[in-house]
Structure formats: structure tokens, C-alpha cells
């Protein structure tokens, strides 16, 4: 069965909001830091479509990824590996921000028990 042209979308644009937040990364560690979160999400959709260039700073990107990151849940994916990434994303944006002074959140709507859209 061929993947619904909305789930590559959502697959195609988390990737490239992680490679962005990569590029955006003030410093190697933290740019590492997002490159494994995009080896990891590769990991779980392995055929997923090459990036593309995102704009926007690190706030937006982060809203983008976890748009991307809902729509592939209503498309049926696993929401619970999405939710660990979300996870590492809002604990790794945390300490950037505390460091700043600015707070701010990653929200990611999906939850395990939330039925996919038919």
C-alpha cells in the first residue's frame, strides 16, 4: 500500500525542520543534537522523502516539527516514538532557553490514544 501523499508531507517536513534547527544551531553540540534526533527519526520512517529548505527561526521550526509531528500521528503513525522525540526536542529547547531567559514550549497534541483520522 502506497503512503498518502499528506503523510510524506508531514514525513518530508519534520525532517527538514530538524535538519534546519541543525543548521540554526549556535554551537556543534547543539547542532549534533539535532542531526541524531533526525537519524533517529529516520530510523522510524526510513523511506521518507529528502528535505527541503525551511525558513523561519528555531520558535517556528519548532511549531512546524511538531505540526508535522500531529499529522503524521492522524495518518496513522506511532505516536508513542514521535512523543519521545517531542520530548528530547522540549528538553533540549529547555536548557537553551534557561540559559537565555526566554521560555519557551514544544507542544505535541498527539497521544497514544488518540484514533487516527479515516
Known amino acids: 500500500m ?9 514525513v518530508g517536513q519534520a525532517r527538514s ?3 534546519a534547527l541543525a543548521d540554526l544551531a549556535g554551537d ?18 526510513p523511506n521518507g522523502p529528502a528535505t527541503w529548505l525551511m525558513d523561519g527561526d528555531r ?8 505540526s508535522a509531528f500531529d499529522e503524521l ?7 508513542i516514538p514521535l512523543h519521545l522525540l517531542a520530548a528530547v526536542v522540549a528538553v ?16 505535541f497534541a498527539g497521544h497514544p490514544h488518540r484514533r487516527a483520522k479515516s
Do not use: W
Open 2 to 10: 502506497m503512503p498518502k501523499l499528506g503523510y510524506m508531507r508531514a
Open 59 to 66: 520558535e517556528k521550526l519548532l511549531g512546524d516539527l511538531t
Open 17 to 19: 525542520c530538524l535538519a
Open 28 to 45: 556543534p553540540d547543539e547542532s549534533s543534537h539535532y542531526e541524531r534526533l533526525l537519524i533517529a527519526f529516520d530510523q522510524l520512517v
Open 73 to 79: 500521528v492522524d495518518h496513522g503513525a506511532d505516536p
Open 92 to 107: 533540549r529547547l529547555d536548557r537553551l532557553t534557561k540559559s537565555s531567559g526566554v521560555r519557551s514550549t514544544v507542544r
